[in-house]
């Protein structure tokens, strides 16, 4: 299986701060690349598919980047309803995910 | 809009077997795309269990796949889960999803769109 690592795990921000999030691949996953957004109690939603294609609906403040094995989630202006984990997700190969992001206030 | 609905028993007994349906609306089962099912749990985090494809082809994740069963009910357009001989590791919320393939220049990639709201499933005796 290929590991996924997202650094930080948890981070402190403020509402209007630019918040970026990395995962890393063990393995080259091209752009094989997914970005969700989970809350407490609900189910993931996506985010960005293809390391950078914003998914409709999905704010402008959020955008990915990378290939290869290392990526980056960016949300240019933290709003309130921002504060959730994010989890990367590679499909190069057997599905998986990366341990998550919880974006704290 | 597509929307999922996972349904079963949210108590199976430890060795017994876990069954689990997804409904689809607003969509056909049979339109073309993966279906998948994902778990989570704290030890675990999110674990992609496995996806069906029609009828035609199934995919399963290898540390599950001795254990697994994915199949699709055209007639009543959903597709369901099957893990047997659970223990407490396999107590999760378990999700299903719809995966899309995006076409770019030379690749198709995989994603997940649209996912149901989740199933608490807790195996205890």
């Known amino acids: 299986d290929i590991q996924m690592t997202q650094s930080p795990s948890s981070l402190s921000a403020s509402v209007g701060d630019r918040v970026t999030i990395t995962c890393r691949a063990g393995?080259?996953?091209?752009?094989?690349l997914n970005w969700y957004q989970q809350k407490p109690g609900k189910a993931p939603k996506l985010l960005i598919y293809?390391?950078?294609v914003l998914q409709s609906g999905v704010p402008s403040r959020f955008s990915g980047s990378g290939s290869g094995t290392d990526f980056t989630l960016t949300i240019s202006s933290l709003q309130p309803e921002d504060f959730a984990t994010y989890y990367c997700?590679?499909?190069?190969?057997?599905?998986?995910f990366g341990q998550g992001t919880k974006v704290e206030i | 809009q597509v929307q999922l609905q996972e349904s079963g028993p949210g108590l199976v007994k430890p060795s017994g077997t876990l069954s689990l349906t997804c409904a689809v609306s607003?969509?056909?089962?049979?339109?073309?795309?993966?279906w998948s099912w994902v778990r989570q749990s704290p030890g675990r985090g999110l674990e992609w269990i496995g996806g069906?494809?029609?009828?035609?082809?199934?995919s399963y994740n290898p540390s599950l796949k001795s254990r697994v069963t994915i199949s699709i009910d055209r007639s009543k357009n959903q597709f369901s889960l099957k893990l047997t001989s659970v223990t407490a590791a396999d107590t999760a919320i378990y999700y299903c999803?719809?995966?899309?393939?995006?076409?770019?220049?030379?690749?198709?990639?995989?994603?997940?769109?649209?996912w149901g709201k989740g199933t608490t499933v807790t195996v205890s005796s």
């Open positions: 999803a719809r995966d899309l393939l995006y076409t770019g220049s030379y690749s198709e990639i995989p994603y997940m769109d649209v």
């Open positions: 607003g969509a056909s089962i049979s339109s073309g795309n993966w």
């Open positions: 069906i494809f029609y009828n035609v082809a199934t």
């Open positions: 393995q080259s996953v091209d752009t094989y």
């Open positions: 293809a390391a950078s």
């Open positions: 997700q590679q499909t190069y190969s057997i599905r998986t």
